[in-house]
């Protein structure tokens, strides 16, 4: 008899999902970052792992995961928990049975970078650093993504057939599998470090998976995941550009995304879509095409059953009311997203959304005060906004703190202005980022009247290299 762990597409752990109960990805994810903690263990859990291991993507977890699991759930050992025997997922046993099995025991970032673990700081288990020492920790996720994220994509694409050939290319579940891998870790890496670094790299991956859409496939439901991926790729590559300051090139890749959607049908790719277009369009200067564009993105976003999705694109909304100095209509829209918000996760919430937290509602009203003038409003908000970043997402960190910086310089109080932008600073040896570079960069001008103050001459003397070495 065939084993049940042989079958060719993953099944969903539903074990695992029971024991999550009525708490969403994202109060799970933490959950198990607390868990972890308590015994000494760091593991970067969010709610992008929690939902690969319910949906049978991830096996079996690795060593890190597993004690902490133990520790949560004492008395179950990884079979109650719906996990398979590590020996049928990796390793010789694994081997011997001829052939890579369907699923995995853990990302291809933990499985590739993580090596024996060391007591203290240093490497974490599941491929990410508790070092200070951030371009390391860059460097060897960057390699990840390379051989685990690019590599996989492009061997499925352009190696399904050679060069002149007649056979027809074909698609499955391993292709599909690798494009939405391929997201995942661009997501990760651009949470934990930016976009600066990554863009150029993306652009092979995403061009291997437009190609698979020309693939022959058999069912389609591959075909739609297929589809899917690519846009969602589109629009993560999009982001990189957006981020790094390439706007024209990122408006080119969510119209990609927007043009895969449509002719996907996919409501949800489409909303992602014009989510990104009307943030876009409200840092390009062009407010009224992001006011269009979010309700574009809300009107597709209602057919998804997420209040939460719906809460980000009302703040998209008034984003580009803010802009518009309509303040009327931002106040309203304002309060309708938290209203939405309020109203809590669920099962529906896009995979993508794992960032909008408290803290983002909190950094982008901070952001809409900000282009209203309220400079002491959009300071509270985005310092409650640092406060309650969840430190995986660096890029995020980095990008409040600045914000942060910038409404205290216009509010008049220098000296908390430039502590905020000196942490800022700090935050930029790890995170790669044009768009806060160029945050520090006006907080600095705004400063430089008050460079006889001791805390503001000290981040105007460290600004400028600072920003020039990274």
Known sequence: MASPHASSSPRPNTAFRELRGQRSPGEFAAAVRRAGREIGEHVSCDARYVGRVESGEIRCPNYAYERVFRHMFPGREPADMGFAPRETVRGRGARKKGSAPPGQSESPAESRTSPPRRSGSGRRPDGTDDSNDGHKESDVLRRAFMTSGTAVVAAASLGAAAPGARTRRRAGEPEARAVENAVRQIRLLDDRHGADGLYRRAARPLKAAYELLDAQTRR????????????????????????????????????????????AGDPALEAHAFC???????????????????QAAQRAGRRLGSARLMSLLTLREAGGWARLGDRAACEEALLRARTLFGRGPAGSDPEWMTFFGEAELEGLEAQCRSALGDWRRAAEHAERAVDLQDPHFARNIALYTAQLAGDLARAGSPDAAAAA???????????????????????????RRHAADPEVSAFLARHEPAVRAV
Not at 235 to 251: P, T
Not at 287 to 293: D, L, Q, T
Not at 426 to 440: A, G, H, Y
Request: charge should be positive; proline fraction near 1%; charged fraction near 25%.
């Open 421 to 447: 932008a000196s942490r800022a600073l700090d935050l930029l040896e790890e995170v790669q980022s044009s768009r806060v570079r160029t945050m520090l960069t006006a907080t600095a001008r705004l400063l």
């Open 276 to 294: 990104n277009t009307a943030f876009l369009a409200r840092d390009a200067g062009r407010p009224r095409e992001a006011v269009r564009a979010a």
């Open 220 to 263: 389609q439901s591959v075909a739609d995941r297929l589809h899917a991926g690519a846009g969602e790729l589109a629009i993560s590559v999009g982001w990189l550009a957006h981020d790094s300051g390439r706007f024209s090139d990122a408006r080119s890749h969510y119209a990609e995304a927007l043009a895969t959607a449509r002719v």
